[in-house]
């Protein structure tokens, strides 16, 4: 068996998320099924470096796959985005060693939540931004994001249905950043939890808003209910940037 590396981007709109559900199409539907139009007599199950949400979308993704024999890996790529529909793209195709499962190689992802912040909604980034007409305090949910560092328990960022066994993260950075017209907030780690980066915006909205001071955060990471927080942020602000392996040595040249 011969394994492949996958870096993929897609639009989540249309989508249920990476993976693959029973009366809903996913990513990994979408890729699996454009892979078996290449290798037709191949059984193909592809797996990524973690699952997203129903409408999340990602710049970067990675992903493997495994099949008897070898490929030109151009070959693949070429093919891929022949069968793909039109919001999936591969970016590019890697051969690497035995063993290689983009889930335990991951070292840390970056999520990226827009949040278009004037009067006026854009209709070209309706489904990628969420929109918060109200002025926003744009320091103070400056500040309030830097208590996300380091290793915390974000029990009371998690959603309901998250089934977890730990929910001690470490985030490595969490900033907000103003892009224009725009408010990024951006933060990366190791893993997430389930509508973690979506309840973290929520919250950071409600300080924006000034209806909690900036020190709430710091008291909401020693709570584990999610009395208090921001509503959860909606799917389609919410960007995977890009995820890093732990190895890069595992990549055959």
């Avoid at 974000?154 to 892009?179: D, G, H, P, Y």
Wanted: proline share 4%; aromatic share 8%.
């Amino acid at each position: 068996m011969t394994t492949y590396r996958l870096d993929l981007s897609w639009d989540g709109t249309a989508y249920c998320g990476w993976q693959r559900q029973p009366s809903h199409l996913s990513i990994q539907e979408c890729v699996e099924r454009a892979l078996r139009c290449i290798f037709p007599t191949e059984s193909i199950v592809v797996h990524a470096a973690g699952r997203t949400d129903s409408g999340v979308h990602a710049l970067q993704q990675i992903a493997g796959f495994s099949i008897i024999g070898e490929r030109d890996p151009w070959i693949i790529q070429k093919g891929l985005n022949s069968k793909l529909p039109v919001d999936i793209v591969c970016l590019s195709v890697e051969r690497m060693e035995d063993g290689f499962h983009p889930r335990y190689a991951s070292k840390e992802k970056l999520y990226r939540y827009r949040i278009l912040n004037r009067s006026r909604r854009c209709p070209f980034r309706n489904l990628h931004t969420w929109h918060i007409p109200q002025s926003l305090d744009v320091h103070q949910m400056h500040v309030a994001a830097k208590y996300f560092e380091g290793t915390h328990d974000f029990q009371a960022f998690r959603a309901q249905k998250c089934s977890a066994n730990s929910t001690v993260r470490t985030i490595t950075r969490s900033e907000l950043l103003i892009q224009g017209d725009e408010l990024h907030f951006e933060v990366q780690g190791k893993g997430f939890l389930r509508h973690m980066v979506r309840i973290m915006t929520g919250t950071l909205i409600s300080i924006g808003r000034q209806r909690k001071p900036a020190t709430f955060i710091e008291e909401a990471l020693h709570c584990t209910k999610r009395t208090g927080l921001g509503e959860t942020a909606p799917s389609h602000g919410l960007w995977l940037v890009w995820t890093s392996l732990l190895d890069k040595e595992c990549e055959i040249e």
